[in-house]
């Protein structure tokens, strides 16, 4: 490929997360409301043809098994080829790693915030340029970007105590 | 690659352009002090091996031919095989051409940014995130990484009246 | 008075509240670290003559009898006799009712905010701008500074269905 | 008074100056569109009666007398007796001279910004903040507010080695 042009349209699925958690005002805890990802793409000046759709807007602490089955449906049902999809830090390996035993014909990828984007210090908008190239250029397969890398599904965890995320076995 | 680690290091050239612009409040211009990469990398809670190097901190429009060979003889000389280089967009197409014919062995992507990054509407986080993941993944050639795309060099140009890059013959 | 001089020098009290409220990324919950009004009085290039002391870092659903006399005695015996408080906003009047009882000689203002001055749409800056204004020009009283306006304690309510403040009885 | 009501409702008058500062992201340039004052009043979930109005959108170097005649005019015939005005800081301390020889029955306050609000590290919304609180405190006279200080017309400069305004003779 020499342009992105070559790699066709992108799908973009939101499930929530921590990307997406707004400030209640009045009664001091965090929640969702809308997603910021359009906000986003505009601040990122995209320039990428996109496919956006909200699947749920949830902590991925609360996401069930038939949760997972309706990401694992979207992705099969798309009729994108590369799809990149907002998830919670908290689970996000193990969407990864179902969605990696059900797909094997198109480039997932699964990135977040560890910081909600409306906090002015958020890694929001960084993972989101990061999945967006790697939605691009990896081969078919199921991944997980953060900070600023890509891992295999099935290959990586995240560490509890730093909020990194790393290889694993 | 399964990850990112397969990639290797990446160096950063940073050459300044609006990315690093500051608003300087005794005269009311923008100015040149030191680079915002260093934060940008922390905001980003990015993990990648990096070798960062200020190259100059100068507005793309002030850019000579011994600044770009001095661009070219840097990514010629680096140990490592993936560049990104941070760059003013107004002439970045030109040393992205400059560079694809001295250089064919190693992956070099320019970006930059449209808003300074201390400007809360700034391009530039989404930027460098998706610079550094087209890094990883691209093979060898020079490319230029904006608006969430990449380019390959020669075959882009910035759209002056729209501010953003696209496809040219 | 002619200018800010003629007021005196203004002690800060923090007691945490909202103002100071951070978001931990490893829990997803905010807590509270370290104030954020020195970054605030410098974001604001203060030019005045300033005493800060934190009193203590809590939530105001939190505080106890025991706290409120605290903050009364340190309002006592500063020697300062303009004061600013920042406080949470749900139980701000009920301390200004407190320190209306018990000191009469000292111009008290007690101010807050609805949104952590750490998220961009705070109005903690805002807020700390009119609370200082006011404690240099509003007679020895005990006041609220809240939606940039001023009340005085015992006739003001925070109306929790719109979250702002107004006066009452 | 014991609260913000009794001081009436507040005239803002816009005129531009680093606080209505844009970056135009197409010529590099700082530039005036439309006024923040009304998203910075948001902001501060501001509850004031206020009646706002923009008169120009210019550069306080650029300030000419029929300029500052129209901003005596509108001082004069406003139907509120107390006035806030957005300026430039670099002649800011002029205008304030020539309103307080020509206005002396109403509290005219001009502020301004050292920095664009759009620039995250702005000073804006703490001027805002003291500006309208100083409008309703302070008695008839004309008050240049800056650096969370008061300072009466004729007796105030800018440092402009420090940016910070100050006492003069």
Same mark, same amino acid.
């Given at each position: 490929?020499?342009? &992105?042009?070559?790699?066709?349209?992108?799908?973009? @699925?939101?499930?929530?997360?921590?990307?997406?958690?707004?400030?209640?005002?009045?009664?001091?805890?965090?929640?969702?409301?809308?997603?910021? +990802?359009?906000?986003? +793409?505009?601040?990122?000046?995209?320039?990428?043809?996109?496919?956006?759709?909200? +699947?749920?807007?949830?902590? &991925?602490?609360?996401?069930?098994?038939?949760?997972?089955?309706?990401?694992?449906?979207?992705?099969? &049902?798309?009729?994108?080829?590369?799809?990149?999809?907002?998830?919670?830090?908290?689970?996000?390996?193990?969407?990864?790693?179902? @969605?990696?035993?059900?797909?094997?014909?198109?480039?997932?990828?699964?990135?977040?915030?560890?910081?909600?984007?409306?906090?002015? &210090?958020?890694?929001?908008?960084?993972? +989101?340029?990061?999945?967006?190239?790697?939605?691009?250029?990896?081969?078919?397969?199921?991944?997980?970007?953060?900070?600023?890398?890509?891992?295999?599904?099935?290959?990586?965890?995240?560490?509890?105590?730093?909020?990194?995320?790393?290889?694993?076995?």
């Amino acid at each position: 490929m020499a342009t &992105s042009a070559d790699a066709g349209p992108i799908r973009i @699925l939101i499930t929530g997360g921590t990307f997406d958690k707004e400030y209640d005002e009045l009664t001091g805890r965090l929640f969702f409301q809308e997603s910021h +990802l359009p906000e986003m +793409l505009k601040l990122g000046r995209c320039g990428l043809p996109l496919q956006v759709r909200t +699947l749920m807007m949830i902590d &991925s602490l609360d996401m069930s098994d038939a949760d997972r089955r309706l990401v694992v449906e979207q992705c099969r &049902s798309a009729a994108e080829h590369r799809i990149v999809i907002t998830h919670g830090t908290d689970t996000m390996t193990e969407t990864a790693q179902m @969605l990696a035993g059900e797909i094997q014909d198109k480039t997932i990828v699964l990135t977040g915030a560890m910081v909600p984007y409306k906090f002015g &210090s958020s890694d929001g908008l960084f993972n +989101l340029g990061s999945a967006l190239a790697f939605a691009q250029t990896l081969p078919p397969g199921v991944y997980v970007a953060m900070n600023g890398r890509f891992f295999a599904a099935g290959k990586v965890r995240k560490n509890r105590q730093t909020g990194m995320f790393e290889e694993q076995g």
